[in-house]
Each structure stands twice: as structure tokens, then as C-alpha cells.
């Protein structure tokens, strides 16, 4: 895709607002979650769950405030963006929901801590809290063209944001959170929307020097050695945030950025092979030496490698969730009426999608994961019809970042890939992760209102007006 240098992000056709189409499907994704709800709660009890009534109605205010704010302060904005990530963030709560019935994790909640508290209500605090985050973005930022005053100020805060977690102990091996007594957030979560906006502005500033100034090898145009500085800077400190964080997850998604963006701000395939053969170099590098990492990529090489002998590692979990898929079949066992709760802990955070795949089937599988495409289809959308070059960039960072992290967690649930620890946006249980995604979706939302919004009335020209006639 190549960048225009046209700097103006007022559309020339009058575009229509269709707000009420996004009603309509919000009206639809709600009623989709309430269902499954509903369907859940017949599965286990027999009967409709008793808190249908007030999950539907928190489910429609949420959704509702947020269509009501789309339509005062950005009316022009895409109409599937909110709905899609509302469908997502009902059916997360429902699947939630859904294991916390499951007496296997209750017991095995008491056996570690002591008590158990069911994780549904505080997810939908949680949603509700995103959802906030969702309206204050749209109401403060007014135009995303803003954020490129803050590039640099981008690159410091998701520096700081990443760099924080070391020095905090490390949960299930990786030091990915930060604990302040009961609270604890997950600042790599935060940390891609400032990657994206340094990346931006950072690109559309250098991307004249990286794209032209460059030899022909073989077919591909090799970058000059002063311009493999960016990279190299970026490559070293995913390194480096793998080997103190043991953090494959955001790793592969700092680096891999960085590489989506650069490739569309240069269209240089040069850089996709570079990025390619430097992430593969570190990777194994890494995994050579650092114990957690290893441990990461031997449960991915043979999962089941000590299976079923009381382990509750990494091997177990992606053995447990590999079956969960086995015995999904095409169409499932139905929800609330499958057995992913043997995965044991994170079965509703990393492993979520294990329940999507055993209960609803390849082809609940493929439906969930047409949504996550589609939010990707309409940020790679927005991304074409902006008309400047930093929209352009950042609506392609967030909708990568989005695409990327989907990857990732489904790819080591899968065991395409080594398992990473990061979360499925919307659908697992955690507050950083719905708050960051919330926040994502509302900038690509003003991003799109700017692009679609029709141009002003021209102003009235001196030389339109009528000739006067003199008669001698």
C-alpha cells in the first residue's frame, strides 16, 4: 500500500453516517451473546441462568452508551468496529462465565489460594471500565493527527511500559505484570498503541530514505548499512525483552510491528525477509540459554512428552488444549457440555480458545476468528481511505498489532507456534487487555470518522459572481 503525500483527511464524497446500521448491529451482536448465554445455562442447570435478565441489560447499556457517543462525537465513523468488538467482548464474558460453573477449577482455585471468586463479575467490571476508556478516547481525542505531535513522547512511555515489568517478580515464569497489593496490570497490553504511534510518526518522517536509498541484490533491494540502524535498534530490544522478561509474546509483537510497518511504508520485500531471518536468529539464540523460553519451545516440539503423569507445565496445558480441538470435531460437543476446563489454570485467559474450539467446533472456530479478521479488514479499510500519511501508517500499527496478537495466542493454543502467554483480545479474562483493545477500537473509530467525513461546502468565489451589463 503505497503512502499519498496528500496531507488532507476530509473525504470528497459525501459518505452517509450509517449510524443506524450500527444500531442494528449491535442489536444483533447483543442478542447473539444473551443466546449463548441462555444456551450455556440450559447446558449445566437445565434451566436459564438466573442472571440472564441483568447480563443482557448490562451488556445493552455498555453497548448502547458506547453507540450513543459514536453518533454524537465521531458520526461518520466505520459501523462495524463497535459491534464487532461488543459480539467478542459478550461471548468472552459468556465463555467466562461458563468455566467459572466448572466444579474441577473451584476446587483447584481453593487448592491453590485458599477460596475461589468466580472471574464473570469482574470481567464485566472490567468491560464496563474499557468501555469508559473507549468513550474518553473519542470525546479528548478530536483528531488522530494529534498524536504525531507526541512521537517521541510515544517512544518513551511504551519504553518505560515495557522495561517496568523486570523489575517485578516474575508470575508463571515471565515477568509481564506489574503488582501494586491488589491491583496488577499488564503494561505490554498498553505498550502497542504507543509503539504504534511512535512507529508512525517515526516512519512517515524516514520512509522516503528508507525506500529509495537502497541496492538491488539477487531481486531484493538491500538497505544501506546507515539504515539498519532503526532495525537493528528494535530487533535488539525485542531480544532483550525476551531474555529479562521472558516474554515471547510481546517480543514477537514489538519486533513483528515494527516489520508490518515498515514494509508498508517502504513496499520494499526486502525488509519482510530481514525482519524474518532476525526474528528466527534471535528466537533460537534465546532458546539456547534461557531455561523459561526453552521449557516454551520444548512443550511446543512434543506436547505430550510426559502427559497425564499429574504435571500442570506447559506441556500439559497445550496437550489438554490440542484434545479440546480433537474432540471439537466440526460442529462441537455444544457450549457449557465440553471438558477444556481440564486445562486446568488459564483456561478462561491463554487458553480461552480452547473452549471455543471443543464447544462450538471448527466452524464456531472459524465464525470467531472471521470476526477478528474482519475488525482487521475495516482497520486495513480505514487505512486506505485516509488521506494523510500518519493515519494512514497508524491505522495499519493498531490493525497489525490486533492481527499479530490474534496470531500469536491462537498459534500456541493450535501449537502452530511455541505458547506465548499473551491473551485473545476481548474474549480472555483480564482488565489490561479489555481496556488496552477498547482504547485500540476507539482510535481506529476517529481515524475512520476523519476519513469518511464529507468535505465542508466550498466557500463563495468572487469570480462566480454574475456579470453586470453597462449600458452606454
Do not use: C
Request: hydrophobic content about 55%.
Amino acid at each position: 500500500m503505497s503512502v499519498v503525500t496528500n496531507t488532507t483527511t476530509i473525504g470528497a464524497i459525501d459518505a452517509p453516517s450509517r449510524r443506524n446500521t450500527e444500531l442494528m448491529m449491535m442489536v444483533f451482536a447483543v442478542a447473539i451473546s444473551v443466546f449463548a448465554y441462555a444456551n450455556v445455562g440450559l447446558a449445566i442447570d437445565g434451566k436459564l441462568p438466573s442472571g440472564m435478565l441483568g447480563y443482557g441489560a448490562g451488556l445493552v447499556l455498555l453497548g448502547g452508551v458506547a453507540h450513543l457517543v459514536v453518533r454524537k462525537f465521531a458520526p461518520y465513523a466505520d459501523p462495524l468496529l463497535l459491534p464487532l468488538a461488543t459480539l467478542l467482548n459478550g461471548l468472552g464474558l459468556v465463555l467466562i462465565w461458563r468455566l467459572d460453573q466448572s466444579q474441577r477449577l473451584i476446587q483447584d482455585a481453593e487448592r491453590r489460594w485458599g477460596s475461589y471468586s468466580p472471574d464473570a463479575p469482574k470481567q464485566l467490571l472490567y468491560s464496563a471500565i474499557g468501555v469508559a476508556f473507549f468513550v474518553a478516547v473519542l470525546m479528548v481525542l478530536k483528531d488522530h493527527r494529534v498524536l504525531q505531535r507526541y512521537t517521541y513522547i510515544s517512544m518513551v512511555v511504551a519504553l518505560i511500559l515495557l522495561i517496568t515489568p523486570i523489575f517485578f517478580p516474575a508470575v508463571n515464569g515471565a515477568k509481564i505484570w506489574i503488582s501494586l497489593g491488589p491491583f496488577s496490570i499488564q503494561p505490554g497490553e498498553f505498550a502497542k498503541i504507543f509503539i504504534a504511534i511512535f512507529f508512525s510518526g517515526y516512519l512517515m518522517v524516514k520512509r522516503d530514505a528508507l525506500a529509495l536509498a537502497s541496492r538491488r541484490f539477487m531481486g531484493m533491494y538491500l538497505p544501506r548499512g546507515r539504515d539498519l540502524g532503526p532495525i537493528l535498534t528494535i530487533w535488539a530490544l525485542s531480544i532483550l525483552i525476551l531474555v529479562f522478561e521472558t516474554d515471547l509474546g510481546t517480543s514477537l509483537l514489538f519486533f513483528g510491528l515494527f516489520i508490518v510497518m515498515l514494509y508498508v511504508a517502504t513496499e520494499r520485500t526486502s525488509w519482510i525477509v530481514f525482519g524474518l531471518l532476525m526474528s528466527g536468529a534471535g528466537a533460537v539464540g534465546v532458546a539456547t540459554f534461557e531455561p523459561h523460553v526453552q521449557q516454551r519451545v520444548d512443550a511446543w516440539m512434543d506436547p505430550f512428552k510426559g502427559f497425564g503423569q499429574g504435571g500442570a507445565g506447559a506441556s500439559e496445558q497445550i496437550a489438554q488444549s490440542l484434545m479440546s480441538f480433537g474432540s471439537g470435531g466440526t460442529l462441537g460437543t455444544g457450549l457449557g457440555q465440553g471438558h477444556s476446563d481440564l486445562i486446568m489454570f488459564a483456561a478462561n485467559a491463554d487458553f480461552i480458545l480452547s473452549t471455543v474450539g471443543e464447544e462450538l467446533g471448527l466452524a464456531g472456530m472459524m465464525a470467531v476468528l472471521l470476526v477478528y479478521g474482519l475488525i482487521v479488514e475495516r482497520g486495513i479499510r480505514t487505512a486506505l481511505a485516509a488521506r494523510d500519511p500518519f493515519g494512514k501508517l497508524l491505522a495499519v500499527g493498531l490493525s497489525g498489532a490486533f492481527a499479530i496478537q490474534v496470531f500469536v495466542v491462537a498459534g500456541g493454543v493450535m501449537g502452530l507456534i511455541p505458547l506465548s502467554g499473551m491473551t485473545m483480545p476481548f474474549l480472555a479474562y483480564g482488565g489490561s487487555s479489555v481496556l488496552a483493545n477498547w482504547a485500540l477500537i476507539a482510535i481506529l473509530i476517529r481515524i475512520s470518522d476523519t476519513a469518511r467525513r464529507p468535505a465542508p461546502a466550498p466557500a463563495p468565489s468572487p469570480d462566480a459572481e454574475m456579470t453586470q451589463v453597462v449600458r452606454p
